[in-house]
């Protein structure tokens, strides 16, 4: 009967729980559900193949319906939460796991708010020293604060996030352990890994990122011919069914349950136990060491030659008694594994899980078996137990205790920004951001004869302690002659943000959306604020310039004169440089006039000035110190105020193509102390 719907439903769970084929699963659970709507039980399994598959959206389309009309399903709320949080609806999905936290156990619910899943050491140690209550709670409010990846919105995604991958743990990760295995512990803290394969579903596809992981972590292992192989598994040895090499009788107490070293039992390479065996069962004399092949790319055969003749393919076998990595080539019995990548966390590591007693309890692999004494063996454990799964997890941990990188809705959106700042009322500095918006990037709408780009920016910093977010937001349109073509190379629509802040250290994060398109940027930097209040002589920010004019749009407006931000810091070659800056606290004489000189220097690093800007702002100032000026220029200047704004404009005919620093030296000639500042810039194409 094609309308009986527990037909499907049973199929969808073959598909799911045996096959784990979800996308399958999928489709046979959302006909289940045609047929049969009102089932919250088989709606929940379908949204559990709809997670698996990240088919989201079928989850706002067939669940969240029903979820609306039957509130109190609550196994439902964090499916239909994972649906609104893919589908950039935050506050939805927040809510709901908020009311799904609040109708479940307290011990369940303590899985969720528990920080020790993923806090450091030195911030559950300033936790537990805490008063219980406000003093506990207010350390976990900055504790969540310090983690939010978007400062630029009052929600903080990070602690959905950590919801989600709570609940994920709960529910993939707990067969026969509580609350889940180690697979749940790395979920917890690091998320979905970048690569994932397993023993019943082998992963082929791999990034050059993961395969630069995998392959690294091979030749640390086991040398530099490994770097032929292709690993579809574990790169990790892990344990097999093959008697080749082994030294263990079935039954010996070591086969299964001694060999899962810990870390620190790890080092603990040989076991004084065990005596050496005689020639004919594996002992020295017949080139064993810890189980292993003395070799391990040992090749078969005679014929020394590295490539087997017929296939071109290595004729070389990794072996290590009955443990062995899993590579393209090899077909061979294994324990149930997983081996997960993460290509950002130090440097890139890979963790292999294995189900030693098949009973779906995933742990970290262990450390291959250790046989005979032996001075050779210690190379071997060294270099093996640096790379056990423990213990990269261990190292992981201390170095990055937790990992989120959400990335942007649709496509990434790039443009220009650049910064700078200067003294504000009230102790207040004034920080003021300069947008360049290139129109190739933005969807631009043709109105009659008029073309129309409308964007939303947005700024915001949070203090060190993140215990104050400051955030601005405007959105604007430009049309007709406003708009640049977009065949015009280099071409910028340049905009400004103000806002004020006081002085410290600051995360700092910009951004810009397209209204039209939905395209979103968004950059991250650390940024010190400087105290101009402090009375002693003071050079503001250097602010580069496209033009500096005696008229024009109000935003761009410094007291008699109109300054435009070039945000790019590039200028084409016969174009000239402008600057503006402001030198606080002048130090008056007996007669109350300041005197003061201004020396600017350009210098060249003599690079090329394309693809370099990253490297200009951390490590070239020793080759501009090095270089000769190209352009220098002296000014003495006096006046009556402690406080003077300059700009000047330096004509480039004389510098060189590529990366340039503007150095600007002022100096208070009655005191005679100065103070330097400088920018660095691109001439020419």
């Known amino acids: 009967d094609p309308n009986y719907g527990p037909a499907y439903r049973l199929l969808g769970e073959v598909y799911e729980r045996f096959q784990e084929d979800h996308t399958r699963a999928m489709?046979?659970?959302?006909?289940?559900?045609?047929?049969?709507?009102?089932?919250?039980?088989?709606?929940?399994?379908?949204?559990?193949?709809?997670?698996?598959?990240?088919?989201?959206?079928?989850?706002?389309?067939?669940?969240?319906?029903?979820?609306?009309?039957?509130?109190?399903?609550?196994?439902?709320?964090?499916?239909?939460?994972?649906?609104?949080?893919?589908?950039?609806?935050?506050?939805?999905?927040?809510?709901?796991?908020?009311?799904?936290?609040?109708?479940?156990?307290?011990?369940?619910?303590?899985?969720?708010?528990?920080?020790?899943?993923?806090?450091?050491?030195?911030?559950?140690?300033?936790?537990?020293?805490?008063?219980?209550?406000?003093?506990?709670?207010?350390?976990?409010?900055?504790?969540?604060?310090?983690?939010?990846?978007?400062?630029?919105?009052?929600?903080?995604?990070?602690?959905?996030?950590?919801?989600?991958?709570?609940?994920?743990?709960?529910?993939?990760?707990?067969?026969?352990?509580?609350?889940?295995?180690?697979?749940?512990?790395?979920?917890?803290?690091?998320?979905?890994?970048?690569?994932?394969?397993?023993?019943?579903?082998?992963?082929?596809?791999?990034?050059?990122?993961?395969?630069?992981?995998?392959?690294?972590?091979?030749?640390?292992?086991?040398?530099?011919?490994?770097?032929?192989?292709?690993?579809?598994?574990?790169?990790?040895?892990?344990?097999?069914?093959?008697?080749?090499?082994?030294?263990?009788?079935?039954?010996?107490?070591?086969?299964?349950?001694?060999?899962?070293?810990?870390?620190?039992?790890?080092?603990?390479?040989?076991?004084?136990?065990?005596?050496?065996?005689?020639?004919?069962?594996?002992?020295?004399?017949?080139?064993?060491?810890?189980?292993?092949?003395?070799?391990?790319?040992?090749?078969?055969?005679?014929?020394?030659?590295?490539?087997?003749?017929?296939?071109?393919?290595?004729?070389?076998?990794?072996?290590?008694?009955?443990?062995?990595?899993?590579?393209?080539?090899?077909?061979?019995?294994?324990?149930?594994?997983?081996?997960?990548?993460?290509?950002?966390?130090?440097?890139g590591i890979e963790i292999t899980f294995t189900d030693e007693w098949g009973n779906g309890r995933y742990d970290f692999a262990p450390l291959p078996d250790a046989t005979t004494e032996d001075p050779d063996a210690i190379a071997y454990i060294a270099r093996m137990t640096e790379h056990m799964p423990e213990v990269i997890y261990q190292q992981a941990v201390s170095t990055s205790p937790d990992f989120y990188r959400p990335g942007l809705p649709g496509d990434i959106l790039n443009f220009y920004y650049d910064l700078a700042h200067f003294r504000g009322p009230d102790g207040q500095t004034n920080l003021e951001i300069y947008y360049g918006i290139p129109p190739e990037q933005v969807e631009i709408e043709q109105e009659a004869d008029s073309s129309f780009i409308h964007v939303q920016l947005a700024v915001a910093l949070a203090n060190e302690g993140h215990t104050s977010i400051y955030r601005t937001t405007d959105e604007f349109a430009y049309r007709g002659a406003q708009v640049p073509s977009t065949t015009e190379q280099g071409a910028f629509v340049p905009e400004i943000i103000k806002t004020q802040v006081p002085p410290g250290k600051y995360e700092l994060q910009v951004q810009m959306k397209d209204l039209i398109s939905g395209r979103t940027g968004l950059y991250r930097q650390e940024l010190q604020v400087r105290d101009y209040e402090i009375p002693e002589l003071q050079v503001s920010e250097i602010q580069l310039a496209s033009n500096i004019a005696e008229e024009g749009a109000t935003k761009f407006q410094k007291e008699d004169v109109w300054i435009i931000p070039i945000p790019t810091r590039s200028y084409a070659i016969k174009q000239n440089v402008y600057a503006y800056f402001e030198i606080y606290n002048l130090t008056k004489d007996t007669f109350g006039q300041t005197r003061y000189k201004t020396e600017y220097r350009i210098r060249s690093s003599a690079m090329p000035a394309v693809g370099v800007f990253g490297a200009v702002a951390t490590g070239l100032r020793t080759i501009f110190r090095t270089s000769k000026p190209q352009v220098a220029i002296t000014n003495e200047l006096t006046g009556r105020d402690a406080d003077e704004r300059e700009y000047v404009e330096i004509v480039l005919n004389k510098v060189r193509p590529g990366v340039n620093a503007l150095e600007i030296v002022v100096t208070d000639l009655v005191t005679g102390k100065s103070i330097e500042r400088e920018v660095r810039f691109r001439y020419g194409n």
Not at 196 to 213: G, I, K, M, P, Y
Not at 282 to 303: K, Q, V, Y
């Open 27 to 347: 489709q046979y659970y959302q006909k289940y559900v045609e047929l049969e709507p009102d089932n919250p039980e088989g709606l929940y399994y379908y949204g559990l193949a709809c997670v698996q598959a990240k088919a989201f959206d079928k989850i706002l389309e067939h669940i969240a319906p029903y979820l609306s009309a039957n509130p109190d399903v609550v196994p439902l709320l964090p499916i239909v939460a994972q649906g609104y949080f893919y589908n950039d609806e935050a506050q939805k999905a927040l809510e709901l796991f908020e009311r799904y936290l609040a109708n479940i156990e307290g011990s369940e619910r303590a899985h969720y708010t528990d920080i020790a899943y993923i806090a450091s050491d030195t911030e559950l140690q300033e936790y537990h020293a805490a008063t219980p209550g406000p003093e506990q709670q207010a350390y976990r409010e900055q504790f969540w604060a310090r983690r939010d990846p978007d400062i630029l919105t009052k929600l903080n995604e990070r602690v959905i996030e950590h919801y989600r991958r709570t609940w994920y743990a709960r529910t993939y990760y707990s067969s026969n352990v509580y609350p889940w295995d180690e697979r749940g512990a790395v979920y917890i803290r690091y998320g979905e890994p970048d690569y994932r394969s397993r023993s019943n579903d082998r992963n082929f596809v791999q990034t050059a990122e993961v395969e630069r992981v995998r392959t690294q972590m091979a030749v640390d292992i086991y040398g530099p011919e490994a770097a032929f192989f292709t690993f579809t598994g574990p790169v990790f040895p892990i344990r097999t069914s093959r008697e080749t090499g082994s030294l263990f009788e079935q039954g010996d107490p070591m086969d299964i349950a001694d060999e899962n070293f810990t870390a620190e039992e790890a080092g603990e390479a040989t076991d004084e136990s065990m005596n050496e065996l005689p020639e004919a069962e594996g002992g020295e004399a017949a080139d064993f060491r810890l189980g292993f092949e003395r070799n391990p790319f040992e090749r078969d055969g005679t014929i020394g030659s590295v490539l087997d003749e017929q296939t071109g393919q290595l004729n070389t076998r990794l072996q290590f008694g009955r443990f062995s990595p899993v590579t393209i080539g090899s077909e061979i019995d294994t324990v149930p594994w997983e081996t997960w990548t993460y290509i950002q966390i130090n440097g």
